[in-house]
């Protein structure tokens, strides 16, 4: 297959090295100039969970007029429209398209771009991945991908696309309702994206943590009852319990809001708990926890980045509820 990924990070590179490893004509798509360059010069290596070893794929800065069979779009959420736009190039009539983000909302960003036929949303549950330097990818954990057609996009699709991430070694699973699926690993992630974010601390710190560990738990209760008056159909009868779980498997993990707010980047915070209370309001719901903790993420990533914002860049597009 002629695949092209969009955003080349940590995730992104794994999945553009392991696709192209087991033979797919893989482009990525970056716009780090060093990792572009890097890539085409020695190939992308890749270390870690997923093993050691250095794929040939071509590297670019921008996105083609070159249609692919499948196209891949793994950058964050603020950038996910950024990126359907300029994937238009890519797209043919039987081209189809996956989306993995962490949170809440940008699979509609993409079908809003570029139609919900073709597009179909993947859930990376339990990964973990770095980019130690240019070329270099570093996976942490190798867990399953559950992989929904978005609205109207054929299971046949879906199913030949998991197949397609299964034989790279990405074991990933077709799901009917990935709504379910993504609100499942919302409720882990608010649990510790923001916790960890705000105290320094690894997850296993926050869950053992008197203090923080209550709060960690409240946030996810505070999901777990805001998904239930949606009635999305998740297979969580005790979100405690899950999220103990989910952080017993990597004690030692920082969450990605965590590194960002370190490298003085924007995090994703306000699709992870910032969804929240955005989504309980549409029922009438209030979520206190998670839309405090987005706050003071929000603000520590504010202070951190005096000077360097951007001056046309929004800092997050989450907005507390001013409601009396």
Known sequence: MK?????????????????????????????????????????????????????????????????????IISVKARHVRQAAEDSRGLLGPETHVVTIQNGLGSAAQVAEVLGEDRLIVGVAQGFG??????????????KVIRMGAH??????????????FTEAGLETEAVDDVLAVQWEKLICNVAYSAPCAVTGMTVGEVMQDDYMGAVSRMAAMEAWRVARALNVAIDVDDPVTLVRDFASRMPDAKPSVLLDVEAGKPSEVDVINGAVPREARKVALEAPVN?????????????????????NEPNSTWAPDTKE
């Open 3 to 71: 695949i092209a990924v969009i955003g080349c990070g940590a995730m992104g590179s794994i999945y553009a090295g392991l696709l192209a490893a087991r033979g797919h004509d893989v482009l990525a798509i970056d716009r780090d100039a060093t990792h572009v360059a890097a890539i085409n010069t020695k190939g992308l290596r890749l270390s870690g969970a997923s093993g050691e070893r250095s794929a040939k794929l071509t590297a670019r800065e921008q996105c083609p007029d070159e249609p692919m069979d499948l196209v």
């Open 129 to 142: 991945a770095s980019r130690p330097e240019a070329g270099h990818a570093h996976h942490n954990a190798m």
């Open 151 to 164: 609205s109207r996009c054929p299971r046949a699709a879906l199913e030949a696309v998991c197949r397609c």
């Open 291 to 311: 839309a405090t903790l987005t706050a003071l993420v929000l603000t520590l990533e504010r202070r951190g980045r005096v000077g360097s914002r951007l001056p």
